[in-house]
């Protein structure tokens, strides 16, 4: 894949959505949230909250640049945030205002005179965008200790090791390929 374009996340939602297709204005949206200290000293306490959408259906050289992400929210704090989703809900709720349409857009950009200058306004959130600490928080998945696997989650055989004092994964061989010398060596 070298363009958002290409991905399968835009072709099922142009195949599933036709109006994304016929109609290129339609946003194509990425979120993306991470923790950090604006004091730039790592042991500080305080933590803040940029969230940022990024419009994907523009080239890629310029869909990261300043003109092109939209910081959403700005969620501030001297600790860490407990509960993402409350912060999230207004963000949330206009998103699915844009998935139903705006009315009455101007399009300033077409040379078109006439009725077809307005239209309606569609956008869809294709993916979320963050590191494991930041997925645990905008998924609510248990990321750190026992079922900190998203994809395994409770089915994943985690047992204490009091020498390492940490979390040990069981069975992480079993995701080896078969000809691997480590398969079978009784970490099953």
């Known amino acids: 894949m070298r363009l958002v374009v290409d991905s399968p996340a835009v072709q099922h939602v142009e195949q599933t959505w036709p109006e994304f297709r016929r109609d290129p204005r339609h946003l194509h949206f990425g979120l993306a949230s991470d923790g950090v200290s604006p004091y730039g000293v790592k042991s500080s306490s305080h933590s803040t909250w940029p969230v940022v959408l990024t419009i994907y259906n523009v080239p890629p050289w310029p869909a990261s640049?300043?003109?092109?992400?939209?910081?959403?929210?700005?969620?501030?704090?001297?600790?860490?945030?407990k509960n993402i989703d409350i912060y999230l809900e207004p963000l949330v709720e206009e998103l699915q205002q844009l998935w139903d349409g705006v009315d009455d857009v101007y399009d300033g950009r077409t040379e078109r005179i006439g009725r077809d200058r307005w239209f309606t306004l569609k956008g869809?959130?294709?993916w979320t965008m963050h590191d494991y600490p930041g997925y645990a928080q905008v998924s609510g998945f248990q990321t750190s200790g026992y079922a900190a696997c998203p994809t395994c989650g409770p089915a994943l055989p985690v047992a204490r090791s009091s020498h390492l004092?940490?979390?040990v994964y069981m069975s992480y061989s079993t995701y080896l390929p078969m000809d691997d010398p480590l398969r079978g060596t009784g970490a099953e």
């Open 124 to 126: 869809v959130l294709l």
């Open 65 to 81: 640049k300043k003109g092109f992400l939209l910081l959403a929210l700005i969620i501030p704090g001297p600790k860490k945030v």
């Open 165 to 167: 004092s940490k979390q």
